[in-house]
């Protein structure tokens, strides 16, 4: 735990507000009412510190602060999104702060309409409206300046923080008093810079969090401490559904350190002076549990269900021409079945949550992926409105998704056991409580049959796919279930330019309810899918007798994103090279979140195990901010797709996870990684994601090495090798 420290963004910003004065820029939406939102709360918050609805600041010490509406969890917007204003604003990169936003509607995500971090959306979600507010910063700043100086606007510039005007130079501190009295521009009236001028986007740039996080300073939910705070521990029941019908907390009250012991919906929590005395009375409780319906629940049950119902014809997802028919007349067919387990999203930071409530506010500290649900959540607990509801976002120590449910599982407990214990509480999960308390990448069972005609390529895909809906039963739903399919099931097979491209196809969706609560996990359904799609691919080469390159070219031809990654992938490969003895290569490509990423890696087996070295990545996902991001998100997305294509899963038995902790629930170590390298095309196409399309390509460009180099089809994760025969 590190030193205490005064979390309150509060403090910050009312010493900003007073004593910096300067220029407050609310984000410029044009046409939307949120622009008008932004700009009352923008004017109120220099004298309400918590109602800041500024998104860009400039002290007169020349400081630029920009707040993110979105969490930094490792995916690099703390400087990605900054350099979208400081390019606009022509801003001195040296003097850039940021700080996360708190919560309130004009921090919405402009697609989404609710705060929130995911699906890969931030940066080109923001791209217009971060540039479109240092530009009207810097529109104030020079109205400003030829005003003081009593010449043309057109006879001022701007460079590194400063307007010139000839010999002259003011810096956008001096500035800063006098822009911040003038009206905002019509948004209308401000020209952003045509991409040939920039000088900030598109160029490599060190991290801003960086310094912060390798010398301690920087902020994690599990660093929030302050005078009075108490922490608490939570037995929950060991199956899903279950509840306690009673307890005896006498010997948890008798280990010292703890102060109370409460009943919350979620279970029994232990409040103590310390995380440690929290975790030995909650040892010490005695619970009864009733186990509720899923005290049955078995993996190796579930995994014959879900085979037996992908031989039945299920909701049609897609489909054209008769499947069925052309399969009959196709020259030959492939059948096969692939299988995903179950997965935690197991972040190097377990949950927590510090919650203090008064008369009048809760304060929450946390990081978390969906303020807005957060905030909603809080208030009905609280009995508070949500413009009561004080959101501190932290620094994440991972995400993945499991910091965003639907009904902030982990928020909702932490103020439900400050509210039962009547005190400032942190309610801390440990990484057992986080594997085992629920909300995972759900299992899936497919079954494809395709036919080949007398090419070789597909002329009938037939394709059952079996698994849990994520949003079925949540306020998700009527955007993502239509006509009874869950679009991020099937994403990634029923859009698949494979599937679309074989004149007769269908595709199947069965979504049965398990009890297991389940939730999108890094790249959602792509993270299955990608799998399923590249292997079944290479399937088909192999049984056409092609080589699985020139295959992919051949299905992918008036696809030209998809051909560019793959070509640039096996370029930088050296694809047509001959490998050292013992390697085995294999490719694969796949579009997700407007990306397309095609990944080649190079393997080998020891004792019995499969070694990675190397992976050569390229990706196009249209115009880049930061090309470091870019490559960093690739690099990170392959690690965390390798340990599940290698080792992560997760079983159930008579209701119960098996697995607690990393070293039965393996991710992949750091001894593990191979070498990676990343190549960008060069595009001006559509702005795709960054933080998830890198993960779905690597299980499938492993299996295929595995297969060219031991003919072994691996066609369940994590791959698993067949015993050498004796």
């Known amino acids: ?30 046409g939307a009412k949120r622009f008008a939102m932004a700009q009352e709360t923008a004017a109120a918050a220099a004298a309400a510190p918590f109602a800041p609805n500024a998104f860009l600041r400039i002290g007169s010490d020349d400081s630029v602060t920009v707040l993110l509406a979105h969490s930094e969890m490792g995916q690099g917007i703390w400087t990605a999104l900054p350099m979208l204003i400081a390019e606009e604003l022509d801003a001195d990169w040296s003097k850039i702060k940021v700080e996360h936003a708190p919560a309130g509607q004009p921090y919405a995500h402009s697609a989404f309409g609710m705060q929130m971090t995911g699906g890969s959306t931030s940066t080109w979600s923001e791209f217009d409206r971060y540039r479109q507010a240092g530009a009207a910063a810097r529109a104030m700043l020079m109205q400003a300046a030829a005003t003081r100086l009593n010449v043309p606007l057109s006879e001022l510039r701007t460079e590194k923080g400063e307007v010139v005007a000839g010999q002259q130079r003011l810096s956008y501190g001096a500035l800063a008093d006098e822009a911040g009295k003038l009206a905002a521009p019509d948004p209308k009236s401000l020209t952003l810079k045509d991409p040939k001028d920039w000088k900030i986007i598109g160029k490599p740039t060190l991290r801003l969090d960086t310094p912060e996080k390798i010398t301690g300073r920087a902020q994690f939910g599990m660093d929030v401490q302050f005078d009075g705070l108490l922490t608490a521990m939570v037995a929950r029941a060991p199956v899903f559904g279950g509840k306690a019908k009673s307890f005896d907390a ?171 214990a009547k005190a400032p509480v942190k309610t801390v999960w440990s990484r057992e409580d986080d594997v085992r308390g629920g909300y995972y990448r759900p299992a899936y069972v497919q079954r494809a049959k395709v036919g080949l005609g007398a090419d070789g390529l597909p002329v009938a895909w037939q394709q059952v796919m079996v698994g849990q809906s994520i949003t079925a039963g949540t306020p998700f739903e009527p955007f993502t279930v239509k006509n009874g399919i869950d679009g991020t099931s099937v994403e990634g097979v029923a859009d698949s330019p494979y599937v679309l491209g074989t004149p007769a196809h269908r595709v199947d969706l069965h979504s049965p309810k398990t009890g297991i609560p389940v939730l999108w996990w890094r790249s959602v359904g792509h993270s299955y899918n990608g799998f399923v799609m590249e292997s079944l691919v290479d399937e088909l080469a192999h049984a056409a007798g092609k080589e699985p390159l020139e295959y992919r070219r051949a299905l992918l031809k008036d696809h030209p994103r998809h051909l560019a990654a793959l070509n640039l992938a096996a370029e930088k490969f050296g694809w047509s090279k001959p490998l050292a003895q013992g390697r085995g290569c294999g490719i694969a490509v796949h579009e997700s979140f407007g990306s397309y990423v095609a990944q080649a890696a190079e393997v080998s087996v020891e004792n019995g195990a499969i070694k990675v070295h190397r992976v050569v990545c ?84 492993v299996a295929n090495a595995v297969f060219a180099l031991t003919g072994q089809r691996l066609r369940e994760l994590p791959l698993q090798l067949a015993p050498a025969k004796a």
Not at 280 to 285: E, H, K, P, Q, T
Not at 372 to 392: C, M, N, R, W
Not at 645 to 650: D, G, I, M, T
Not at 655 to 660: D, L, P
């Open 1 to 30: 735990m590190n030193a205490v420290r005064n979390p309150s963004r509060r403090d910050f910003l009312k010493t900003g507000a007073i004593v910096g004065g300067g220029l407050v820029v609310a984000f410029v939406v044009p």
């Open 618 to 701: 390229a990706i196009d996902c249209g115009p880049v901010v930061n090309p470091q991001t870019v490559a960093a998100q690739m690099e990170s997305g392959i690690a965390f797709g390798l340990g599940a294509a290698l080792h992560s899963k997760l079983t159930f038995k008579d209701g119960r996870v098996q697995e607690s902790n990393y070293h039965d629930y393996r991710v992949l170590r750091m001894n593990e990684m191979p070498a990676v390298e990343v190549f960008i095309v060069p595009s001006t196409e559509k702005m795709g994601g960054v933080g998830e399309p890198g993960t779905p390509p690597i299980a499938p460009a």
């Open 250 to 420: 006498a010997a948890a009250k008798a280990v010292p350190g703890v102060r109370n012991v409460v009943q919350v919906p979620s279970g029994v929590a232990v409040v103590a002076d310390h995380y440690w005395a929290a975790k030995l009375g909650r040892d010490a409780l005695k619970i009864d549990w009733d186990p509720g319906p899923n005290a049955a629940l078995d993996t190796a049950a579930l995994r014959s269900e879900f085979a037996k119902l992908a031989t039945m014809p299920g909701t049609v997802a897609v489909q054209a021409g008769d499947a069925a028919a052309a399969m009959a007349e196709a020259a030959k067919t492939v059948e096969a079945e692939y299988a995903v387990p179950y997965l935690a999203h197991a972040p190097m930071e377990p949950l927590n949550c510090t919650v203090k409530i008064d008369a009048d506010k809760c304060e929450i500290w946390t990081g978390t992926q969906f303020q807005t649900v957060d905030q909603q959540v809080a208030s009905k607990i609280t009995g508070l409105k949500p413009e009561q509801i004080f959101i501190h976002t932290t620094f994440l120590g991972g995400g993945f998704g499991r910091r965003a449910t639907p009904v902030s599982d982990f928020v909702s407990e932490a103020v439900e056991v400050a509210k039962a």
